[in-house]
């Protein structure tokens, strides 16, 4: 096998998320969704169409996506699943493809319309056979399973009610700053405690939002991205490890999982958090950004209730997360426009919420399968 080729992403574009939540349409259709952010992201990118010659869909078919985009006779095509995790899955699958040369330009998109289709994300989380007895017992969502796992970590660590309250602020805070982003207001530690329990502990602003939306994002080599319009953002390391069970939970907080992936990538990368200058952490519920700064050595275990102070992850902070808004301001793109947002922090171009010299970008999820990369803007 030849060397391995370095990999960029050189492209991205999404949809009006704000503007897709003020205006739900029962016949809005996810591959117009997808169609639309990929159209974007070949112009961001200086491609044409006719170059990409490998196509990663998630939550839209790809036989019928390859037909909508335009992309049927690529060389590589395949889909993922419609959970959050595909996200990080994704763009290291697109990374394997061009780095080992079996296709040179990959499209990933992303459609979703489960806000207007009244989508719900419960009712029976999965099809595993024990999911009948847990929906006995109000387990019938990733909430719930998050919930009972921050419950775990309160009791173990000694965490008061409202230490989750700055994460929610912060993203709030981004997300007054990002024109496409849902949640515009901010709030405050008060009004984040007097919000009702949707599981509790876990409050209405602890909860991500469904919506709708199309997100595309396009990799090549490095050595077409630095002739391609924009600062080539390059795939520094990517890493995985599963932590999986018939439930949506795990009793260190995906921790050891975390652990391995942390130290795969910062193997690779040479690269350490104190490097990092922006990072976005996938969000579905705000525990999960506790359970993350741990599991990658941003904080000590038991201490990012404490840690994650909004001096420190705050835009001007030493440690700034979810600059756009997180998946409690911006939107739930179930981690696609995370993505968006580490590219666009790294090249200069997030406007009002831009990181200062931010030239590094890290991007974890902690989940059954958890994923990171780090990106470096060259």
């Not at 991205?12 to 996810?30: C, I, M, P």
């Not at 969502?141 to 419950?151: K, R």
């Not at 309160?154 to 982003?181: C, E, F, K, M, T």
Request: aromatic share 8%; glycine share 10%.
């Amino acid at each position: 096998m030849n060397d391995l080729r370095e990999v960029a992403i050189v492209g991205v574009g999404q949809t009006d998320f704000g503007a897709l939540y003020a205006n739900r349409d029962a016949q809005r259709d996810q591959y117009a969704l997808g169609a639309e952010a990929l159209r974007l992201a070949i112009a961001d990118s200086g491609l044409a169409k006719s170059d990409i010659d490998g196509l990663l869909t998630a939550r839209i078919q790809y036989e019928h996506g390859g037909h909508v985009l335009g992309l049927g006779n690529v060389r590589v095509i395949n889909g993922l699943e419609g959970s959050g995790r595909m996200s990080g899955v994704a763009i290291q699958q697109a990374t394997a493809l061009i780095a080992t040369g079996q296709a040179d330009v990959v499209a990933c998109v992303y459609g979703n319309n489960g806000r207007s289709v009244q989508m719900k994300y419960g009712g029976g989380y999965t099809a595993s056979p024990t999911s009948v007895y847990d929906s006995l017992y109000g387990m019938t969502s990733p909430g719930a399973y998050v919930s009972m796992m921050y419950q775990r970590y309160r009791h173990l660590y000694g965490v008061p009610d409202g230490a989750l309250a700055p994460l929610a602020i912060n993203n709030r805070q981004n997300a007054a700053l990002n024109p496409v982003a849902v949640m515009r207001e901010q709030i405050t530690a008060k009004q984040y405690l007097a919000s009702r329990f949707i599981a509790e502990p876990l409050r209405l602003y602890d909860y991500c939002i469904i919506n709708d939306g199309g997100v595309a994002i396009i990799l090549t080599t490095m050595d077409r991205a630095k002739d391609l319009p924009h600062r080539p953002v390059r795939i520094a390391g990517t890493a995985s490890a599963a932590d999986v069970s018939n439930y949506y939970t795990s009793p260190s907080f995906f921790y050891d999982a975390s652990q391995k992936v942390a130290k795969d990538l910062y193997t690779q990368t040479g690269l350490k958090p104190k490097d990092v200058d922006v990072t976005q952490i996938y969000d579905n519920f705000t525990p999960t950004i506790l359970f993350s700064l741990e599991g990658f050595n941003y904080a000590p275990q038991g201490q990012a209730w404490e840690w994650a102070s909004l001096d420190r992850i705050g835009r001007h902070g030493t440690s700034p997360i979810n600059t756009a808004g997180g998946h409690t301001g911006e939107s739930y793109m179930q981690g696609w426009a995370h993505h968006v947002e580490a590219v666009v922090q790294l090249r200069g171009e997030a406007g009002e919420r831009q990181v200062r010299d931010a030239n590094v970008a890290q991007y974890i999820c902690a989940s059954p399968i958890t994923t990171s990369h780090i990106l470096i803007g060259e």
